[in-house]
């Protein structure tokens, strides 16, 4: 399965390609119109232009289309309402502190499907699941008041933590769970797919 880690890196060449093509019809554009003409005639037509920005908007809107399918979690989004989780975390936030309700780490099975339900108390916080090397799985803002619903399916092995990603004053910089929550199994459920 892809992973967040995965998408980033080929977002990062995509929209780096797309936007040196910005920059040359930038570029292109400020060039001709500073430039002093020959003649009176030039090449750069309203038709010439609009259709260089045309396929910038097809590209871009392209660009969204094909990755749409390659970001595993936007059909669970969208499906989310369908799903049958394998197992709901419910987690409460209050006074910049995570609560949550099991003892930590929290032992996930490789392909699980979790359904995460946050609630806050008091002020607008974040979820987000962390991975050792500080590269960000999933995040969702949490709204006070409301049931926060994330869904994830746990593909990688290895040991998360829970910070929040979004401000909430100064105490904001310290809501961190180390080590909340462990996927264990992944070797086991790629030998028994791959027997499939």
Known sequence: MVTSADVLWMLKIVYT???FAI????GWFGYRVTKKPDSNRTWLTPKVFYSYLGMLVVIGVGIHILTYNKVPWVAWELKKHKIQPDREINVHIKDH???IPEETPITIKCGEVVRFNVTSEDLTYGFGLFRENNSMVFQM?????????????????????VLSTEYSG??????????AFKVVGCERLAM?????
């Open 23 to 26: 920059i040359s019809f930038i």
């Open 170 to 179: 100064p105490k904001g910089a310290y809501m961190k769970v180390p080590d």
């Open 17 to 19: 390609i797309y936007a």
């Open 192 to 196: 028994r797919e791959g027997v499939r």
């Open 141 to 161: 803002q949490v709204v006070p008041q409301h049931r926060n619903v994330l869904l994830w399916k746990f593909t990688e092995e290895r040991t998360f933590y």
């Open 97 to 99: 502190t995570f609560i």
